[in-house]
């Protein structure tokens, strides 16, 4: 009932109607050329346009007295103060503006995304935040950027908590993140169990408030070179919000149907568990038509420093969403996304010291806490689960992993305009992720009856800091332009790994005491006989030999150049040296160019090399636990890189992984059309992942089995991205929009590098389809849009290929030769059909101040179309592919501006 009176009072809250004030004109250049896409805002709020071929626009502003701010790469920023002016034409002329970020891809101040030698998508976050009712940054841009994949897993211990995402089909970590030009850290998360990048450590995007960002720019090419280690898919930079008048937030909430769309319970029966809302035995509601509930509200203010353009601009948000549940087994009657509950904070903000000196900063603090199940564990008996207690559970438990994210980060700088024309940049850049589980509804059953049910199971934390020094400078007047850019940066990380409470790794003995000397102790017995496993069941605490605290530093060198041989004719280089102090040091090159044939139509290229450095994670990341391997607990090392465990089993000290990326393609520009079309080769050599287990039970290290990091395959990804975009104007103040968005792409590998240790136990089939099906084969976005008078109709479809993957039973009958391989994959595998979602939104605005969009996403609320037999990954009736487990979710968003 009470999400019906929120959705009632969303409803009713914008009444008013306020007159609005039309403003048009045209912007040209110093020699009255029309300037195309300039980016021109209504102060304070989040109202803007563009300028089109004409360089005209027209633009609804809310008062007669409105402020406008008109940007341009490469092009001081006009400010306009209307008292009651309707037409407004400007000329604007080249210059820097203190404060301007570079579009990603290029180190000059003079090249738009559209002029890059390389594929660079803009997307405007905030436009999408209101319009589509998607309320974090990775389910955003799975939608709106073609090569950018995200899913919500279940069942994957911290990867449920962070969703792991990735660029054209490769690793979490092989994409950079920029933050207004200037490197994120990564979240200390490797993962590990049963998720998409399995044996990677990637940024946690969701640690940023959509509300916060003004634009993110995803480049599709490699950047090594460039930007140094990680960015051999691309690399994503996140744009924040710098408007200085007003305040702009909204309040939104939504639903996912239970509704699963197949007739399960008729052929399941009670076996079935959360079938269209029924039988949610872990639902203290019961049954539900509706779940996961979210609600979201932002909060974002500007204001101006100064008299000479410096500003300030925060942002804050809140969001809570419930978990859900959907169909799972007796064994996995938990599956579903996990519940979160979350408050951000950002602020950016620069201030001038000069007319040619600023100070800028901009960081920000995240919270979250969030709350999975693991699997189901069965009632306790002569025959039954011995690692349930049955004074604590006699019919059995689903234990739940919660964790506290704590994210930070801060980032200060000095931009100097040099007398000669250089620009001079010095920053210094701090980030810091806290991820500490806390496992609840559990026990330890080596304990007993004395065994609590709450455990502090430890965790981890990465902090990284990078100063920088950068040096540019555009020559106008050599060839047709030419940008110099050289600089160094220093980067130091810090990887720890703390222990949790004793209860939450140990083993005990009969008489209650942790079992250090398995010689002279005697474990503990159950009344049953049975001799169950120690630890907190669902995920198993870190003890103090776990425990780490390791760093490493790197210092580079680069320089970049870019030559305008011509109008048409566009030519870049960089190169970049880096050292490290764990593994050695790298030497990258990029070459890039861009020929334009007439002004409607160009055609670029690239060749670059790049490289990734392991991640202390993975270098020094290990852990002990119970994996349950048909039908019994096995205890299992994942044994650091550094370990002699892993010298034994002939595993190599981790090393950088080596790239090389190929691309080509064209963009066409003309009457209000756009396209772009880039193919790409990105060969990835000696990239690390997590092996599958071996027999450790004769090593006397306390395990039956052990897996480690290694650099495992080489592999070869080949595509192609599609961007094609359309806009017509009905009249001065009403346009349709259509748009595709579209990538094809296929991972191979090439490669493994198994050396003298089975191929199969190595790296079987099962772990090489986590590689390889990383992304779909394809994902086509197909959108339209239109405004009439105050209304906005967007209509969205996304079609995702086939994917094929190998399931569970690969690990629990695990394959050592091709004859027991060709058996196993003609049971064990497992087809997702072609299948797309549909995403409805009608927006309204009653007036300047107040608008209200209602919509659904995944409308038709269509599945992964399942082989479900129980033996997928996850658990649950399919895994985390294509649109992911959730269904349909309806929305309502009021948003306001003053």
Request: proline share 3%; net charge negative; charged share 20%.
């Amino acid at each position: 009932m009470k999400h019906i009176l929120l959705l009632l009072l969303l409803s009713c809250m914008g009444l008013a109607l306020h007159a609005q004030h039309t403003v048009s004109g045209k912007v040209t250049d110093s020699n009255n050329e029309a300037l195309i896409g300039v980016n021109i805002l209504e102060a304070g709020t989040d109202r803007g346009t563009v300028t089109d071929l004409n360089g005209d626009y027209t633009l609804e502003v809310r008062s007669p007295q409105s402020v406008l701010l008109m940007s341009y790469i490469g092009y001081e920023t006009v400010r306009v103060e209307l008292d009651g002016t309707t037409d407004v034409s400007i000329t604007m002329y080249e210059g820097l503006n203190l404060g301007e970020v570079q579009v990603v891809g290029s180190r000059s101040f003079n090249r738009s995304a559209t002029d890059s030698p390389v594929a660079v998508d803009v997307i405007d976050v905030a436009e999408l935040a209101n319009a589509t009712g998607k309320v974090d940054i990775n389910q955003i841009l799975q939608y709106a950027a073609p090569s950018f994949n995200a899913t919500k897993q279940s069942g994957s211990d911290g990867a449920d908590h962070i969703d792991p995402a990735s660029l054209r089909g490769l690793g979490p970590d092989q994409t950079l993140v920029l933050v207004n030009g200037k490197r994120r850290h990564q979240s200390s998360l490797v993962n590990v169990f049963g998720t998409r990048g399995r044996g990677n450590s990637g940024t946690d995007l969701n640690a940023i408030p959509a509300s916060a960002i003004k634009r993110i720019e995803v480049l599709r090419d490699g950047a090594s070179a460039q930007y140094g280690s990680d960015a051999i898919a691309g690399v994503i930079n996140i744009v924040l919000k710098d408007q200085t008048e007003g305040v702009t937030g909204g309040v939104t909430y939504g639903a996912y149907s239970t509704a699963v769309g197949a007739d399960y319970e008729e052929e399941y029966g009670d076996a079935l568990f959360n079938v269209d809302g029924k039988q949610r035995v872990l639902d203290p509601d019961g049954d539900a038509g509706f779940d996961g509930n979210t609600v979201k509200v932002d909060l974002n203010y500007g204001a101006g420093l100064g008299d000479n353009g410096g500003y300030v601009n925060f942002t804050t948000e809140y969001m809570s969403k419930d978990r859900t549940l959907r169909p799972g087994f007796s064994w996995r009657q938990g599956y579903g996304s996990a519940a979160v509950d979350q408050f951000q904070f950002m602020v950016n903000g620069a201030l001038p010291l000069s007319d040619n000196t600023e100070l800028y900063v901009f960081g920000g603090l995240g919270d979250r806490d969030t709350d999975a199940f693991a699997f189901s564990r069965g009632a306790p008996g002569e025959d039954g689960d011995s690692r349930a207690v049955p004074s604590l559970y006699p019919e059995g438990f689903t234990p739940r992993i919660t964790s506290v994210i704590k994210d930070k980060s801060v980032t200060a700088g000095v931009r100097h305009n040099l007398s000669n024309g250089w620009v001079a940049d010095f920053s210094n850049a701090y980030g810091y992720n806290d991820f500490h589980y806390f496992i609840k509804g559990t026990n330890n059953a080596s304990l007993g009856s004395a065994s609590p049910t709450d455990f502090d199971a430890g965790g981890h934390s990465l902090g990284m800091n990078v100063t920088g020094l950068d040096f540019s400078k555009y020559y106008k007047d050599i060839l047709a332009g030419v940008n110099v850019a050289f600089g160094t940066e220093y980067r130091t990380e810090n990887f720890q790994i703390f222990a949790g409470e004793e209860g939450s790794y140990a083993t005990y003995d009969e008489n209650g005491v942790a079992i250090t000397n398995p010689a002279t102790q005697t474990p503990f017995v159950n009344e049953f006989g049975q001799q169950p496993s120690g630890g907190s069941q669902g995920f198993p605490g870190y003890s103090p030999a776990n425990e780490v605290n390791r760093n490493r530093s790197n210092i580079g060198f680069y320089g970049d150049l870019e030559f305008n041989l011509t109008e048409a004719f566009l030519l870049g280089a960089a190169l970049r040296y880096e050292n490290y102090s764990d593994f050695g040091n790298t030497l990258n090159y990029k070459l890039a160019g861009r020929y334009k044939v007439m002004d409607a139509l160009s055609f670029r290229a690239s060749a670059s090399t790049g490289f990734r450095a392991p991640s202390l994670a993975q270098i020094h990341y290990n852990l002990l636990f119970n994996n349950i391997v048909a039908g019994t607990s096995e205890r299992t090392l994942l044994a650091s890189n550094t370990s002699t465990v892993a010298r034994q089993f002939g595993i190599d000290a981790l090393k950088e992984e080596n790239s090389f990326n190929l691309a080509a393609g064209f963009t066409v520009k003309a009457a209000g059309f756009t396209a772009t079309v880039d193919g790409y080769q990105i060969t990835v050599e000696d990239r690390i992942v997590l092996t599958d287990v071996f027999d450790a039970s004769t090593l006397g290290v306390g395990a039956d089995a052990a897996q480690f990091f290694a650099n495992g395959v080489d592999t070869k990804t080949t595509g192609v991205d599609i961007v094609l975009n359309y806009k017509h104007y009905l009249n001065n103040l009403n346009a349709v929009t259509l748009g595709v968005a579209a990538n094809f792409n296929n991972t191979e590998i090439d490669k493994i590098h198994n050396g003298e240790l089975n191929e199969y136990t190595f790296f079987g089939p099962f772990s090489q389809a986590y590689v390889e099906a990383a992304a779909p084969d394809y994902k086509i976005g197909i959108n339209a849009g239109t405004n009439i008078g105050g209304l906005d109709v967007l209509l969205t479809y996304t079609m995702f290929s086939e994917v094929i993957i190998q399931d569970f039973q690969w690990v629990d009958s695990p394959a050592t030769n091709q004859e027991e391989a060709d058996a196993l994959f003609s049971v064990a595998t497992d087809t997702y059909e072609a299948a797309g979602t549909l995403d409805l939104s009608l927006g309204y605005s009653f007036n300047d101040y107040l608008n209200l969009t209602v919509g659904a996403n995944n409308l038709l609320n269509t599945y992964p179309t399942p082989q479900f037999d129980g033996w997928t990954d996850q658990g649950g009736f399919n895994d985390s592919v294509q649109m992911g487990s959730d269904g349909m979710f309806l929305f309502t968003r009021l948003g306001f501006a003053f």
